[in-house]
């Protein structure tokens, strides 16, 4: 099945029954009167069934085995993240400790996939990960409003790469995709992507941020991830964490159903990551949920789905003491970063 | 753009289990009800035998006998309903419609504390999944009986009876099994709130809440005789709607019953509400929120196992879109659990009733035979109790008896359409009028299906929705009378 | 030399023509005192299935015209059943034997009740729909809406004002009637049926069968192309009303039922004669952006 109503005003739709194939869509997005005709014929977003949707997903009584099952497959999603004005090094490299490992006392409890920082922290970060696994992602393209020249934006990738960084978390221009430059935002995303080139080892992953927040209405959602998908991000992301809302069930469910339904136009498959807002094991079991039963279980990876959160770790080890001892734990028995 | 997505970060070496996130079983607790060996009638405020022959009520999750009911003959349906008539007469034509409004209110309130012991309870003996009795079913229910105690001492306001509406008197109600305590409050709280006493039947399947009512009338100290709970099956159905001391008969359930109601009440001053049956068509079109679209076909269909009389039943997708709209609802579909009601997972529960289940079985062979295609995603039905997997047709005709003829079940018809006109054709293409839906993005488009649309509630980009403010009821053949809202009183005043 | 003067033809009123019997039966009237008047058409049931059908077919768009359009028309049949009163105001005193004051008062009240009936068109939606709040993010509105055909069994002793008292109210919001003369006094039907003919009224909307309801009351009442039944012209006779009335479940018919006797027509009938043939419909839509 097709991510595309065969509506679509456009007749840049993929064919029926491509399913899997490889849609070439480079000629939605050859000119800005295309690509807006594109985005502009995906099927709507009902944002109260969309709520509705999602509200009830939530309400999935994860237990037991699951329970311990969903708590393990979260912690190993956590970007670790700060990103504050007042970071040091020392701060980082506390994070960086705990993302490998989170909990001391227990040596199965898995690392997160990645620490989440400022570009000039990344060499920091680095170097207290070494060969651990852990990611270091790093936010880039003038974080969080983007609100530069494209030269800029690119210096500052580059320097993350440099630096070390396995992924790059970007920005868009809220403003462009609000005014409907969406070819602009759309270049400007392929050209962080190729600054993400390195050039004698792997390209670092590029997340792409729409800050949601800003976009409010889901159409926008919808359409901002088919752009990001069709420019090469391999994540989409909702939030910087420096606007409200962040993260939301909702936003992120809409998110989901787009990389799946870019799947099976063009097999292939693009990460989700939810960001800010997200403080509980419960919240981040909710997520889970929607993730099986929206995009479904291939996405149940950390190589495709993530958290990005800093407080967020900390309730799930000591959800997962709790399952594992069987009393409730408390705060003083985890390290604070 | 050369690289393609599919490259691993490869952040750690765990592997997934191979069948992903399996929810683990999680019942609700069953310790919260206290369902007795035997039942009696609730007749003039307190139990009694009745003189008919008793009968089981069943689990039909698990084909368990949970009680023993009596059944009430025709002395018994004649003691009611003069114990409604001495209360009416006595007592609560009496009372002000303020002090009607306080024992509502209470009602609604003791319904409130009580919710998780009557959602369990429901699930128990209905089958209907825990999820949808805790989170539909009980909370309406008391929204309900607020709603309604609100209008108990404002009636003259309502519109009805040229400023001075009055009470008609007793009331004799007969409910489904669908939706056993919610069709009671439908039924009960405006009787009441208007002035009325009130004999109520619950289905032969489903009495346990009702009786559980009761008890709730009992904890209210509602004065002896305003409300009383009679069990037992057509027969004394029958003889409640045909009792000439009943004022007031309302009836919710098929159209072949309804028909011999009417017939039953005809020549007589009984008002009559009717809520019968329906063949819902829920109308897609090619630039409907399409994921929303998804989520109301599901939701018209499977909720409550299908047995809704305002069920989306025919879905009547715009052909351009059929295939991407059948795929995605399959998939949609095979995430559906179907199991035990009592687990907070569940989606789908058990077929209420033997009898059901061989109907659904029975008219799904002839959609088999009629040449339709059926498809069912692949689910693992419990070995005891009353099953049937999520269900569709497609290449269904108007032609094909599943596309005419309800089903009560969760097996939905697909049929297609190329122009609006057809579309509305099609829906109106029967002898129901329940319910409707449509799902475009195109607001002036849903305002023209929804006006020519001939049914009594249209759902637009929104499917199986239920408000006590909302009035509910059908056109032709789907019955009389409206439930629901300001419009629910006029069925209970002069 | 007196003049031969020339008489009518009364016949009955089916889509808009004026057609004859299709059983070729016709049955004698006389006035209040026993004369023979004239020869009316004895409507049969093909007839009735006829009328049924021009009713039905007439229906989408007498519905779907605007309130204010109907209103105007209704209105336009009040303007002219005025102009021709002193056809009326004969009619009645012959076959209803009514003083020429009572006539007077008779016809003024017919064509009164018919102004005030035509008001209703675009004000009974106001008055009986809601906007409903609802405990949730969506935008529910109920609104009344015609039931359908409608078969009218006109009351027996008052022929022109009783007549207006089902006709007007079962129309007026949108409904296409069918409806069954008073047995003994059916002329004023007739021309009242030709005002209508002449008044911008589409055809088929109401149609006029002259003959009795006991006979024909049944095929209407059993028909299942018919969506409702105002039984007020057997009142009285309450075991031929329960009969229709049981008929009527066949396709669960809306019925308004028979009085004991025919009421007061110079009362104010309230808006129970227009609700009794109206549908209440509740639409749905979720509140976002």
């Given at each position: 099945m097709l991510g595309l109503m065969a509506s679509s005003p456009t007749t840049d739709a993929p064919p029926t029954g491509a399913r899997g194939q490889g849609w070439d869509y480079s000629d939605v997005t050859r000119s800005e009167a295309t690509l807006r005709r594109f985005l502009h014929g995906l099927p709507g977003v009902d944002q109260v069934g969309a709520d509705a949707r999602a509200a009830a997903l939530g309400t999935r009584s994860i237990k037991t085995t699951a329970k311990a099952f969903a708590i393990d497959l979260a912690i190993r999603m956590v970007d670790l993240t700060t990103l504050e004005g007042a970071d040091t090094a020392g701060k980082v490299r506390a994070l960086a400790s705990k993302a490998m490992r989170p909990d001391p006392s227990d040596p199965t409890c898995p690392a997160t996939a990645a620490v989440c920082v400022y570009p000039d922290m990344v060499a920091t970060a680095r170097r207290t990960l070494g060969t651990s696994g852990v990611h270091v992602a790093a936010v880039a393209t003038a974080f969080p409003s983007g609100r530069a020249a494209l030269d800029i934006k690119l210096a500052d990738t580059r320097d993350a790469v440099e630096a070390g960084a396995d992924e790059i978390d970007m920005v868009i221009d809220r403003g462009a995709f609000l005014s409907g430059r969406y070819l602009q935002v759309f270049e400007e995303i392929v050209a962080v992507r190729e600054a993400c080139a390195r050039p004698n080892g792997p390209s670092a992953h590029l997340k792409v941020i729409f800050e949601t927040g800003e976009l409010q209405t889901y159409d926008n959602v919808r359409r901002a991830s088919w752009l990001a998908m069709m420019a090469g991000g391999h994540f989409i992301k909702t939030s910087t964490g420096k606007v409200q809302p962040a993260a939301t069930l909702p936003v992120t469910m809409i998110m989901l159903e787009a990389v799946r339904d870019f799947r099976e136009a063009t097999g292939q498959m693009v990460g989700v990551k939810p960001a800010g807002g997200i403080r509980t094991s419960k919240d981040a079991i909710k997520y889970l949920v929607i993730v099986n039963e929206v995009a479904g279980t291939d996405w149940l990876d950390p190589d495709w789905f993530r958290f990005g959160a800093s407080t967020l770790l900390n309730d799930l080890l000591m959800q997962r003491t709790k399952m594992r001892t069987g009393r409730y734990s408390g705060p003083d028995y985890f390290t604070l970063d | 753009m050369a690289e393609k997505n599919v490259v691993s970060t490869g952040s750690t070496g765990e592997a997934r289990p191979a069948n992903g996130f399996d929810y683990a079983p999680a019942p609700e607790s069953r310790s919260i009800v206290d369902i007795k060996a035997s039942y009696g009638l609730f007749v003039n405020g307190e139990f009694v035998d009745g003189g008919g022959k008793a009968f089981k009520t069943i689990n039909?999750?698990?084909?368990?006998?949970?009680a023993e009911v009596a059944e009430a003959d025709a002395a018994d349906v004649d003691a009611a309903v003069k114990a409604a008539r001495r209360a009416y007469d006595r007592v609560w034509s009496k009372l002000s419609g303020r002090e009607r409004a306080k024992y509502l209110y209470r009602i609604a309130r003791i319904i409130q504390e009580r919710s998780r012991e009557l959602a369990v309870l429901e699930s128990i003996d209905n089958g209907k999944p825990i999820k949808e009795s805790r989170d539909v079913d009980v909370p309406i229910v008391a929204a309900h009986f607020f709603y309604y105690a609100g209008w108990a001492d404002k009636l003259e306001y309502s519109g009805y009876g040229g400023g001075n509406p009055q009470p008609l008197g007793v009331a004799g109600q007969v409910i489904p099994w669908n939706f056993p305590l919610l069709m009671l409050a439908w039924k009960i709280a405006p009787a009441l709130a208007c002035g009325n006493t009130v004999v109520l039947k619950p289905a032969e399947t489903t009495p346990l809440t009702a009786l559980l009512f009761a008890e709730i009338c009992q904890q209210a100290d509602l004065p002896a005789g305003v409300v009383n709970i009679i069990t037992g099956a057509g027969e004394t159905g029958r003889a409640l709607v045909s009792h000439p001391d009943v004022d007031k008969v309302a009836f919710t359930g098929s159209t072949e019953v309804g028909k011999a109601i009417a017939r039953a009440v005809a020549g007589t001053n009984k008002k009559l509400t009717l809520e019968l049956g329906g063949k819902a068509a829920n109308i897609v079109f090619d630039d409907a929120p399409i994921d929303q679209a998804v989520e109301g076909i599901v939701d018209g269909i499977f909720f409550n196992q299908g047995h809704v009389c305002c069920a989306g039943s025919r879905l009547l997708v715009q052909e351009s879109i059929a295939e991407e709209l059948l795929g995605r609802l399959k998939r949609r579909m095979s995430t559906l659990r179907v199991g035990d009601p009592l687990d907070k997972n569940t989606d789908i529960g058990a077929i209420n009733s033997a009898e059901q289940l061989e109907r659904i079985r029975e008219l799904s062979a002839v959609g088999d035979a009629e040449g339709a295609e059926r498809w069912s995603p692949p689910c693992e039905l419990p070995q005891h109790g009353f099953w049937f997997p999520p269900t569709i047709f497609t290449g269904?005709?108007?032609?094909?008896r599943i596309a005419r003829e309800e089903i009560f079940g969760p097996v939905l018809s697909v049929l297609t359409f190329r122009t609006p006109a057809e579309a509305v054709e099609k829906a109106n293409?029967?002898?129901?009028?329940l319910s409707a839906g449509v799902w475009t993005d195109k607001g002036s488009r849903i305002l023209k299906i929804a006006n020519e649309l001939r049914a009594g509630v249209v759902w637009a980009n929104t499917f199986n929705k239920f408000d006590p403010t909302s009035p509910f009821g059908g056109y032709k053949e789907s019955g009389h009378g409206r439930e629901g809202g300001r419009h629910g009183l006029e069925g209970y005043l002069r | 030399m007196t003049r031969i003067d020339v008489r009518k033809t009364y016949k009955l009123y089916i889509g808009g023509a004026f057609p004859r019997s299709e059983s070729g039966h016709s049955y004698p009237v006389h006035d209040s005192l026993g004369a023979f008047v004239a020869n009316a058409s004895l409507a049969s049931r093909k007839d009735a299935r006829d009328a049924v059908s021009a009713a039905r077919k007439a229906f989408p768009g007498w519905s779907g015209r605007t309130a204010y359009n109907r209103a105007q028309i209704l209105y336009r049949v009040a303007e002219v059943m005025e102009d021709r009163r002193p056809q009326f105001l004969e009619a009645v005193r012959q076959f209803e034997g009514l003083s020429a004051a009572r006539a007077e008062k008779t016809v003024d009240e017919a064509i009164d009740r018919l102004v005030w009936y035509a008001g209703w068109a675009d004000k009974i939606t106001q008055v009986v729909g809601n906007a409903n709040p609802v405990a949730g993010p969506f935008f529910n509105l109920s609104t009344p809406e015609p039931t359908g055909v409608v078969a009218v069994l006109a009351p027996q002793a008052s022929s022109l004002l009783g007549l207006v008292h089902v006709v007007a109210p079962a129309v007026v919001t949108g409904n296409t009637a069918v409806v069954v003369s008073s047995f003994e006094r059916p002329l004023p039907a007739v021309t009242f049926a030709e005002v209508l003919a002449t008044s911008d009224v589409p055809g088929g909307v109401v149609n006029i069968l002259t003959g009795s309801a006991t006979t024909i009351g049944p095929w209407l009442a059993s028909h299942m192309d018919v969506n409702g039944i105002d039984l007020t012209g057997v009142a009285g006779d309450s075991e031929l009303a329960t009969a229709l009335e049981v008929a009527a479940a066949d396709n669960l018919k809306r019925v308004r039922r028979a009085p004991a006797a025919e009421p007061d027509w110079t009362l104010d009938p309230g808006t129970a004669a227009m609700t009794a043939f109206l549908e209440t419909k509740t639409v749905w839509h979720p509140i976002g952006v």
């Open positions: - | 039909p999750a698990t084909e368990e006998v949970l269904v005709s108007q032609a094909h293409n029967t002898p129901y009028g | -």
